[in-house]
């Protein structure tokens, strides 16, 4: 069946309580930390794709977001860019709703609506937001963890982490209006953003990724969960420290982000301010090319 822009395959069985977690990319993507966390939940629940867009074409321009070509079974087969929907059922309510949408390049209201449709078709209560972005914050520090939460009867428990509302003011995407479009409807709410540093821009960010799992496992119950992510991160985060050694501007940086975590009392990110130098990124460069080699930071799960 059509749901607005979608086609639909409806479950058999109405899901229970349904939250919808969502990522956005490539606008609040940053290090895949949304892709990660939601091709983890997926794995975790065994997830069952329900729907995705019938003319992506309508939405998406395709010499900005590239069709792939492939060879299946001897013959060749083109797949266009899409977002799609899948759903998972628990062991016990709730069950989840993986979105994962692709920002669109025009048409972006209808694009809107249809997600709004469909979340309303599968009973959706609650929307969640997952996702990174760069912020002056060292890779040596827990990775820090803003967001916000509205319309829940009892305050989310997320491991600990306190969510702060973001002060960011600025260019956005349209499809912030989904959000905007949730709460109108009753929805609660949840934003859960990882801070990564600016310095460290990996293609896959696993550090930041199990930081989001973290989250969001005391919510779902695999918080006794082993994620991969955690070693894949830690991994990824070793290579920094000894190479500062030899990159003086670097570990300049570093010290200076370490010394204004150390002094914020509340733990609360500010805007990133510094631009990286020609030599940083020129490291930067080097050691994305060394993780590439060896396989962490390429990519996905």
């Known amino acids: ?19 919808a977690i969502v990522m956005l990319r490539p606008w609040i993507n940053v290090g895949n930390v949304g892709t990660i966390v939601l091709s983890r939940l997926a794995s975790i629940y065994h997830a069952e794709e329900v ?25 060749r087969e083109i797949t266009s860019p899409n977002s799609k929907i899948e759903i998972v059922r628990r062991d016990a309510a709730p069950d ?24 309303e078709a599968l009973g959706v209560t609650t929307y969640i937001t997952v996702g990174g972005m760069y912020d002056s ?8 963890v803003t967001g916000s939460s509205r319309g829940w009867d009892v305050e989310p428990d997320l491991g600990g982490v306190t969510l702060f509302r973001s002060r960011y003011e600025g260019p956005t ?10 709460t109108a409807r009753g929805l609660a709410t949840l934003t859960v953003m990882v801070h990564l540093p600016m ?30 992510e955690v070693a894949l991160g830690e991994q990824q985060y070793s290579q920094v420290t000894p ?31 510094v631009e990286l130098s020609a ?4 490291f930067l460069d080097e050691v994305r090319s060394a993780d590439s080699e060896d396989g962490p930071t390429s990519g996905g799960i």
């Open 199 to 228: 310095y460290l821009q990996l293609d896959n960010d696993y550090a930041g990724a199990a930081r989001a799992l973290e989250a969001l496992a005391p919510l779902y119950d695999f918080r006794d969960l082993k994620l991969p």
């Open 51 to 75: 729907a995705r867009l019938r003319r992506p074409g309508h939405f998406y321009d395709f010499t900005r977001y590239r069709p792939e070509m492939k060879w299946v079974d001897g013959e």
């Open 137 to 144: 914050v060292p890779h040596s520090r827990p990775l820090l």
């Open 243 to 273: 190479a500062m050694t030899n990159n003086p501007r670097l570990a300049e940086m570093v010290k200076r982000f370490e010394d204004e975590y150390d002094s914020n009392d509340d733990k609360t990110p500010s805007p990133p301010s």
């Open 173 to 182: 995407s349209a499809t912030n209006g989904i959000g905007v479009g949730a």
């Open 1 to 19: 069946m059509e749901i607005g822009w979608f086609d639909f395959d409806p479950p058999e069985v109405p899901l229970r309580d349904p939250h």
């Open 96 to 119: 989840l709703v993986l979105v994962h949408l692709l920002e669109p390049h025009s048409n972006s209201e209808d694009f809107n609506d249809s997600v709004l449709e469909m979340l």
């Open 279 to 282: 030599e940083i990124e020129k």
